[in-house]
């Protein structure tokens, strides 16, 4: 699309509206049943204002530290017992050898407030059930190691002086306990006697010594729950025992069984739990409404891996954060400390990077909310009432930082946060104008986002501009662009971008384009395997609709273009055109890299020539 070209249709709506409905997967959480919005609200009030969290992996998987055997265990770190199929009983000896001295909770408390993290979430037992804590239920805890510490109980000393809030991660699945099941497929130990509601009894006493021995916990986080055994009925039964001990904690989603894969958040329907839990990713878009929170490594493991020397840099690290900031969520940022106890060097070194950036952008995260944009090709956005914070990614040219489509005054001066000087702002058309210097301010530390402060009068109003042909008549719409609904679909940053999971017939993915009255020709990009393909698919566009079958392109990395017919469509103005499975469908529909009509005015019946 050409700018000069382009003609505007406008959707000015306010902020909710702009983001549009939520896609069907994303649903607001609905526990405990009982509860008032308004209650529900205060209780999740710190957690919303915080944004900004620590997850630690620590248990005893940080000695072996990814090599067993003398040879290199595949898969993070804290998996080792089930990816190098290690029996209970040759995992178990680990135990004597945790012996962490140079454990200092203040240090690490004080390391991650100084980030700008207002909480902690600690892994109190992951997979392989060994207990961080002094569990009276067991002796597969701390208190049986030569450490003996309950480290628990100084981390929560050490958060409570220092004013940082305090979970706790807890594994449902359960590789030791001799009563969870199932077993792993490889294990020689026997399942016969085993018994899952004792375990469900065990796992209990263990929650109740954690929601009572260390004050007010702010999070419970489980995990684990995937397996089979474990189900919906015992999710919410487990989440109502949480809440009856402590009833202002949150838990996450993965109490229950509502969970979609890795995107984290709810399929449709009523589950138990807070907050929706993506694990290595971000959404795409903002979530009204949802609560959800990204968790995240810093190399590839979450428990500690002598070998994972893969650090992202701390300007990934800081834009992810402005990342799930500008779509309303929490960043929970994942350390995975030594079997000596200490933090690796290369993450506290991360977490000084972080803290400085905060020393002058915090405003621009802490309770902050989704910004009111769909997109912005520069960086991202967050808001607060009367005030808008325009993270900016990639410098402009010129220093003209445009704001597409914001029909609001400003309301103040605009200034870049960390300097007084007021920048000039002008109304270009619909976008206001902001004049920054050039080139990036020199700043005391490395400064990967640069923040505009911009108060607005009264609540965002956002036009929409929607894509429209450009002078040859073509209209590109991209996966990324793409409105979905349904529970799998998902945008993937693979093969250049495309959709992909479309596994249930019921996903569709919709784009919103500004037609002008004429012949369009419609094609798809697609791959799909040999065993999948032979799907139907369907084209919703004006009210008529084509059918197609999805070809097989030998591979899901390997695209094709499919052309369908043309169609007239008699008025312009905004239209939708929407791709679906029809009919036959074979498993999974197809990935979808683009979308690209081709538009000719009037009735014209040649073919077109593909560019
Ligand atoms: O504690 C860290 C990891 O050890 C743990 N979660 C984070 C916070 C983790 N467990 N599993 N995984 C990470 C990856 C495993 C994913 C799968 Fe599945 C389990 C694939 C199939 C079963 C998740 C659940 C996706 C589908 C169902």
């Known amino acids: 699309m050409k700018s000069a070209e382009v003609v505007r249709a406008c959707v000015v709506a306010g902020l909710l509206s702009v983001l549009a409905a939520p896609p069907e997967p994303a649903r607001a959480q609905a526990s405990p049943p009982a509860e008032s919005p308004a209650a529900r609200d205060a209780r999740m009030e710190w957690w919303r204002e915080a944004r900004f969290g620590m997850f630690i992996h620590w248990g005893l998987y940080a000695i072996p530290a990814g090599q067993w ?38 240090a690490w408390v004080r390391a991650a407030k100084r980030a700008g993290m207002k909480y902690i979430v600690i892994t109190t037992k992951h997979h392989d059930g060994f207990a961080l804590f002094d569990s009276a239920g067991t002796d597969w805890d701390i208190g049986a190691t030569p450490f003996k510490r309950d480290v628990l109980k100084e981390l929560a000393a050490a958060c409570e002086r220092e004013g940082v809030r305090l979970g706790f991660y807890y594994s449902i699945m359960d590789w030791h306990h001799p009563d969870y099941l199932p077993r792993r497929g ?55 025992f949480v809440r009856s001990l402590q009833p202002s904690i949150l838990v996450n989603n993965r109490v229950d069984k509502g969970r979609n894969d890795m995107a984290g958040l709810n399929r449709a329907g009523e589950w138990a739990g807070d907050f929706g839990t993506p694990e290595q990713e971000v959404p795409r878009t903002g979530l009204p409404g949802v609560d959800w929170e990204s968790c995240m490594t810093m190399n590839d493991t979450w428990g500690y891996r002598s070998d994972d020397q893969n650090w ?44 400085r950036w905060m020393d002058v952008h915090a405003e621009s995260i802490y309770a902050t909310s989704a910004g009111p944009f769909k997109k912005l090709s520069w960086g991202r956005c967050t808001a607060k009432p009367g005030v808008l914070y325009l993270h900016v990614f990639d410098w402009p040219e010129g220093g003209l930082l445009r704001v597409p489509g914001l029909s609001n005054a400003p309301a103040g001066d605009a200034t870049l946060l960390g300097s007084e000087a007021a920048l000039p702002v002008r109304r270009v058309d619909d976008d206001l104008v902001i004049e920054l210097p050039a080139t990036p301010p020199d700043a005391p530390a490395p400064m990967p986002v640069r923040v505009v402060r911009l108060p607005i009068a009264g609540e965002p109003e956002v036009t929409v501009v929607l894509p429209r042909a450009d002078a040859e008549g073509v209209i590109d719409l991209r ?102 499975p029809g009919g036959e469908f074979r498993g999974a529909l197809m990935n979808l890299r683009a979308v690209r009509l081709t538009w000719a005015p009037g009735e014209v019946h040649e073919p077109f020539p593909v560019r």
């Open 69 to 106: 055997g003398g040879t290199r265990a595949g898969g993070t770190g804290e998996w080792i017992l089930t990816n190098a199929k290690i029996p209970v009983e040759a995992y178990e000896p680990l135990r004597d050898r945790f012996n962490p001295v140079l454990f200092d909770a203040d």
């Open 186 to 240: 490889w294990e020689s130990r026997s399942a016969d006697g085993a018994d899952l509601d004792r375990y469900v009894g065990y796992m209990k006493g263990q929650l109740r010594e954690l929601l009572t021995n260390y004050g007010q916990v702010g999070v419970l986080w489980f995990d684990g729950e995937w397996e089979s055994t474990w189900t919906s009925e015992r999710g919410k039964d487990l989440d109502a």
């Open 312 to 355: 992202k840099s701390s300007a990934e690290l800081i834009r992810t954060l402005v990342d799930v900031a500008s779509k309303g969520g929490n960043y929970l940022l994942n350390v995975g400390p030594t079997a000596d106890g200490l933090i690796p060097e290369a993450s506290l070194s991360r977490m000084a990077d972080i803290a």
């Open 479 to 580: 996966p990324e662009d793409a409105d979905i609904t349904g529970s799998h679909l998902r945008y993937e940053s693979k093969y250049g971008g495309s959709l992909g999971f479309w596994t249930n017939p019921e996903d569709a993915a919709s784009w919103t384009f500004d037609a002008q009255p004429g012949q369009y020709w419609v094609s798809i990009e697609v791959s799909c395997t040999p065993e999948f393909a032979g799907s139907e698919f369907v084209v919703e566009l004006g009210g008529t609709s084509f059918t197609g079958v999805v070809p097989s392109t030998g591979a899901w990395g390997t695209f094709t273009v499919v052309r369908t017919e043309s169609i007239l469509l008699e008025d312009g103005g905004p239209t939708t055109i929407t791709v679906r």
